[in-house]
């Protein structure tokens, strides 16, 4: 099944885009890359029914991908249109998915950044090595001074 893969992502990354980069996965899967629309396509064995797995996600700033955020299945057999199909309906989500909302209502003036709170966090820390430093070295010194009386000194 993984090797009907190959000529089918072929097929399909001609339709899809006239720039395109085609590649195996480590699981015998193919990722299509469209570096001019940053996004990509991958395809993999879903079950044993000559099904396929179609993904789709973004390509990000450096060429890394992010993970996939639209998916479904077809069967191969179906045919290079209805793949292109299946793919237009994921890369359209996608990109609806991408653009930032609309606001319903005018935005508001943004507010102004607070004046930064004094950070206790490190004061206390610091008291309370100082008293403990200084505990233990009055039960060290009462220590010395009862054995010292008791040496007879």
Known sequence: MSAQLYP???DLAKVLWQHHTIYRERDGGMVIRGEHVQRWISLGVAGTRGDVRIRAGLILDGGTTAPARTETVVPLAAG???LAAACR???ADLTSAAEPPTPSRPEREPRRPKAPKARRGRGRRV???VL???AI???TLYALAAYSASLGG
């Open 89 to 91: 309906r994921l890369l």
């Open 80 to 82: 290079t249109a209805e």
């Open 137 to 139: 070295s009055a039960v």
């Open 132 to 134: 403990g430093v200084v």
């Open 8 to 10: 089918a992502a072929k």
């Open 127 to 129: 008291t309370a090595w």
